[in-house]
């Protein structure tokens, strides 16, 4: 089959201009006010583009979804393409006076730019090319943004899976690799809440009568980030604990993360949390686990998927490798439930989650073009 998309006229000048609304609306994912206003404007966007736009309300305490059918003659008789992105991030609101949008040369800076506004927007920017130019895509295309991606999806697993059980393949815009890659499958993730109790006494005047819970928090992470090894990862990247300085702490509370790249070595390593204890008989511990995502590992659907990406690709004038990742996205839902699903599709950058956060310039055409060829032909 040709590929007329592949020949659209994608321009990045035009692409980091319109991106750069979405970059400065800033989505904290715990700021449910700030991800509606995000999701209103690619809203608005979608609904620019002709597509039947819903906004499904959000609940347990996160910002709504956005759902988008753009009109195909084969709508309800085949399935279709889901396209799938969250549009929340890690930063919160107030970033954009650290982070500010900038552009120096080849890099463009912003909050949530590279995780993953970036690749939502050329994602649209491929659909729209498509529609100017009358180029059908095989199958019917459905987008969906999501809110708490970055939080492990509590509140939208259930959409995700229900909505992608009605497609055929679902297409994930996270970042690129750092080769360019994209990714065919991820590691299985969960989340552990912990909370250390302690006994409360004056720091000053009756100090030994304590118990800090913070002591015995500092004791446990050193244990838990000890267990890490070649098959799993342990970390611990929340703490709250205190609220006087001159009190020995009652309660400490942390979050911590495990990763594997087999379901088999998370389950151990859910087993070992769970298990933890006290160091002592005077303090407690209560380990609950939090949400999980399960290990996505590629079929042969999915690496004739990328096949037909890398093929693309090659005829644009660059190449993709295939890899399986870290990092939890939506694609871990899709991909274990069985559903053809490429991850990684997005754009080219760095720095995720901090506040050096980017995307390359010269990334944007060439992965435009590639999300647009896969929608015609796949």
Request: hydrophobic share 40%; glycine share 12%; charged share 20%.
């Amino acid at each position: 089959m040709t590929e007329p998309a592949l020949d659209l006229p994608f321009d990045a000048e035009t692409i980091v201009a319109g991106l750069r609304a979405w970059v400065e609306c800033e989505s904290p994912t715990f700021d449910a006010a700030a991800v509606a206003r995000m999701m209103d404007l690619a809203a608005r966007d979608l609904a620019l583009l002709g597509a039947q736009v819903e906004v499904i309300p959000g609940r347990m305490g996160y910002g709504p979804c956005v759902r988008a059918s753009f009109p195909h003659s084969d709508r309800g008789r085949v399935p279709g393409v889901l396209v799938m992105g969250h549009l929340d991030t890690v930063h919160p609101v107030g970033t954009i006076g650290t982070l500010a949008w900038k552009r120096e040369g080849n890099r463009v800076y912003g909050p949530g730019i590279f995780d993953m506004k970036g690749g939502n927007f050329i994602a649209l920017e491929a659909i729209r090319q498509l529609l100017r130019a009358g180029i059908a895509t095989k199958r019917p295309v459905t987008v969906l943004f999501t809110p708490d991606e970055e939080v492990g999806s509590p509140s939208t697993r259930d959409l995700i899976e229900a909505e992608a059980s009605r497609h055929a393949i679902v297409l994930v815009p996270e970042p690129a690799r750092p080769d360019g890659g994209v990714v065919t499958g991820r590691y299985a993730i969960a989340r552990f809440n912990l909370r250390a109790v302690g006994k409360p006494s004056h720091a000053g005047a009756r100090l030994a009568d304590g118990r800090s819970a913070i002591r015995e928090m500092c004791r446990q992470v050193v244990a838990i980030e000890a267990m890490t090894s070649d098959d799993v990862t342990y970390s611990v990247g929340v703490i709250h604990g205190g609220q006087w300085v001159n009190c020995v702490a009652t309660y400490c509370d942390a979050e911590s993360l495990s990763m594997a790249k087999r379901q088999a070595d998370l389950d151990e390593a859910v087993e070992k949390m769970l298990a933890l204890r006290p160091t002592g008989n005077d303090v407690q511990l209560i380990v609950t686990r939090g949400v999980t995502r399960p290990v996505w590992e590629p079929d042969e659907k999915v690496m004739a998927l990328y096949a037909t990406a890398r093929g693309i690709a090659n005829r644009i004038g660059f190449d993709i490798t295939s890899q399986s990742s870290g990092g939890g996205s939506d694609g871990n839902f899709t991909g274990a439930m069985g559903i053809t699903t490429l991850d990684g599709l997005g754009v080219g950058g760095a720095g995720a989650h901090t506040l050096e956060e980017h995307i390359t310039v010269e990334s944007l055409v060439p992965r435009a073009k590639l999300l647009a060829g896969l929608l015609q032909v796949v």
